[in-house]
């Protein structure tokens, strides 16, 4: 039988492409699996009780309001709070103008990329990125010239010469998208000296930052670095903030922090994408830092991680052939990218699955393609007995993939 939808696809229907994770998820989830591949937080560490004090707290004081619908730019409390916690970052109060509340920070991708993005424009981002980011701007029509990275992030020196080719053929560059701290998938994190760099191209060029950092309170080792948006002051650069990683995803709570004018545009589109951010999970999230448990939760979040952190180090050095791959420690965040010298990455994905054992291929990460050789493992998920017997499967699949 014909589909009666066919006929029916725009042109974003006809090039849209599932979300290799969220499929990949489901052979993940299979039962007996050691999944390192969703980029997820450790269920354990969830601050279950104190999440539930602050949304009865905030149900009891304030129930019938925040049961009503709330206003499109967020819910006034939260925004409050971001202003003043986020300050350290930023390197100053946002006004409440200058934050929008969003659901997640996926959303900022997408409502940045409706207020920016025709088909055909341009997106710049590191060469391999998070591959969430690149399916929202490609819902948008945005194409991608990519940028490679070392262990100091992006090589912002090669970024004069791309925006010189894209201008020669053309080609409209609407923003860059970078994720400064922590990658994802790469765990790298950009040096001081190229956020300064980066930051000066953006404003020779006229072209917005959106700096993504959901992870960058998650460090683990040295000093924080500071942010994009800071370094910059001209509004310039877009800053993606989310609850996702540092208190739970389930609450779907981000913000973006900007330029005033860009924000307006972002919350007139998001009037028209989902009225406004749940404000139930808005003001349970408010609640819960404003009793300061988000304040005391993170840097037992932060000393959980670096344990897991290190125990993979640990697992990873233990099992795996180490001259056949190579990766860099991360300093904070939630990943490992690991490339081999003679494996293919798809070729081990099937034989670590047949040992019920799971990463995310490389590929994906890669819009332009490439990546072949390379995969990312989740370090916070796992348990760390799970983490020991991941591995050791792993390392075998490896060894069966050198002598097959
Ligand atoms: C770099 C990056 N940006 C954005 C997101 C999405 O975050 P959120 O849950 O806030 O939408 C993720 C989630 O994995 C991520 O890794």
Redesign the pocket.
Known sequence: MTSIWEPLYGRASRSLKPSPIREMLHLTRRPGVISFAG?MPDPAAFPVDAFREAANRILEEQGRDILQYGTTEGYPPLKAFLSDWTAPRMGRKLAEDELLITA????VVDLLSWATIDPGDFVICEEAT?L??TGTMRNHGASFITVPCDGDGMKVEMLPALLEEAKAKGRKVKYIYT?PNFH?PLGCTMSLQRRRQLVQIARDWGIPILE?D??GYIRFDGDHLPSLFSLDGSGIVIY?G?F?KILA?GT?V?WAGGDREIIRKMAVFKQAVDVCTSVVAQAEVYKYCELGFLDAFLPKIVDHYRKKRDDFETAMRRFLPLEEVSWVKPQGGYFYWLETRRISARALFDRAIGKKVAFVLGEPFFPNGGGEQAFRMCFTFASPEQTEEGMKRLGEAMQESLNP
Request: aromatic residues 10%; glycine residues 22%.
């Open positions: 980029g997640g920070s996926t959303q998070f969430g980011s994720i994802n993504d959901p992870y993606a989310s996702s995803p779907r981000g």
